[in-house]
């Protein structure tokens, strides 16, 4: 009672249990924050309450005051091997009592903020190890659609600003033939070591190009590729952009890369065709492999385009020049019969790109 009324006094609310059994057994409603502990109570004696309270993990941090009227210091370390925090002997001075209590109180306060520190930084990892999870597979898909797009083009497709461009769907496009004028005479003499060196310097060149204009690159063939453009992400001048990239290529071809292979004995040169319509385009292959496609009528026309050129020729469709007509100065050829085409085909060479 003197207790009670102490802790009270000082502003505690306080609650009783009259033996040892009573104690543990208000704990499952409510866990006070610190236990004032007698150590002779009927029953079950403080020492025996003590240890029940330290061993039970399902409570929490609750600091232990023992007091008891033995002064003898066996009876204080049997307290605090009993897991008591403090230990107060009778009669029990008042100021010494709430000073404890204060001490205990805020021993609890320190312990409860550290738990909860060390719950937060449980659920921080946890939600930082999800997000690493989740950066590593969005870098693991920008790197895979890196292989076919941009990474302009990546980075918007990633973050939502595209659909799913390996989704099979149907749109127009442009698409540019690229190809090596001599390749196969010039394959035929050369070293293995001396074919790579040049479609290595072929290849860098123009995907450095292709990723400057924004094209999508369908595939590498040896001495060919073929990019097009206005998919995955529509863009309103995809016939000028391919016009733009392949006049870009026919220079830095024509330039230091064809002067360079002069000088090693090789006489290459370049081809180009651009057609423009509808295709189906999406993945193509099987697990573990997957290749991103164009099929349809386009590629074909444009692939035949490409085969007529002439080394150094840009050869454009009717449609792709009715789109460029105002940029670019083009030269009218005969009606090209080309191979799985029934009727003639109107077939434009690009000379230049109008200042």
């Known amino acids: 009672m003197l207790i009670r009324l102490t802790l009270e006094s000082y502003g505690y609310t306080v609650r009783e249990a009259g033996d040892g059994m009573q104690a543990l057994d208000a ?20 020492l025996a309450v003590c240890r ?53 109180l805020r021993i609890k306060a320190l312990h409860d903020t550290v738990q909860s520190q060390a719950a937060e930084l449980t659920t921080w990892n946890r939600t930082l190890e999800r997000r690493v999870a989740d950066q590593v597979s969005e870098l693991e898909r920008v790197s895979r659609l890196k292989r076919f797009f941009s990474p302009q083009l990546a980075d918007r497709i990633v973050s939502g600003g595209a659909d799913d461009p390996l ?15 001599g390749f196969t005479a010039f394959a035929e003499t050369a070293e293995p070591e001396e074919i790579m060196g040049v479609l290595r310097d ?14 999508t690159l369908e595939r590498f063939t040896g001495d060919g590729m073929m990019v097009f453009f206005n998919d995955p992400v529509e ?11 392949a006049v870009a290529i026919r220079e830095r071809v024509s330039g230091t890369m064809k002067e360079r292979w002069r000088k090693q004995g090789f006489d290459l040169d370049l081809g180009i065709g651009i057609a423009q319509g509808y295709a189906t ?11 991103y496609g164009a ?3 386009v590629t074909n026309l444009a692939a035949r385009l ?8 840009i050869l454009v469709s009717q449609r792709v020049h009715a789109k460029v007509e105002e940029m670019v100065d083009a030269e009218a050829l005969p009606a090209l019969m080309l191979k799985g085409f029934n009727r003639p085909v109107t077939a434009f060479a690009v000379t230049a790109i109008k200042p």
């Open 27 to 46: 704990l499952d409603e409510k866990a006070p924050d610190a236990m004032v502990l007698d150590v002779m109570m009927p029953k079950m004696d403080g």
């Open 52 to 104: 029940a309270v330290k061993g039970d993990t399902t409570l929490p941090f609750m600091p232990v005051i023992m007091v008891t009227a033995k002064t003898d210091s066996r009876d204080v370390v049997a307290g605090l091997d009993a897991g008591a925090d403090e230990y107060l002997t009778k009669p029990i001075d008042q100021a010494s009592l709430v000073a404890r209590v204060k001490s205990m």
């Open 167 to 181: 989704k099979s769907h149907r749109r127009e496009i442009t698409v540019v033939f690229v190809d090596l004028r």
């Open 295 to 297: 099929i349809g009528t």
């Open 202 to 215: 072929y290849h860098a060149e123009c995907g450095r190009l292709i990723l400057e204009h924004e094209g």
């Open 306 to 313: 490409c085969g007529e050129a002439q080394p150094g020729q």
């Open 281 to 291: 385009i999406g993945a193509i292959g099987f697990e573990g492999r997957v290749d």
């Open 235 to 245: 863009v309103p001048d995809p016939a000028h952009r391919a016009v733009r990239l």
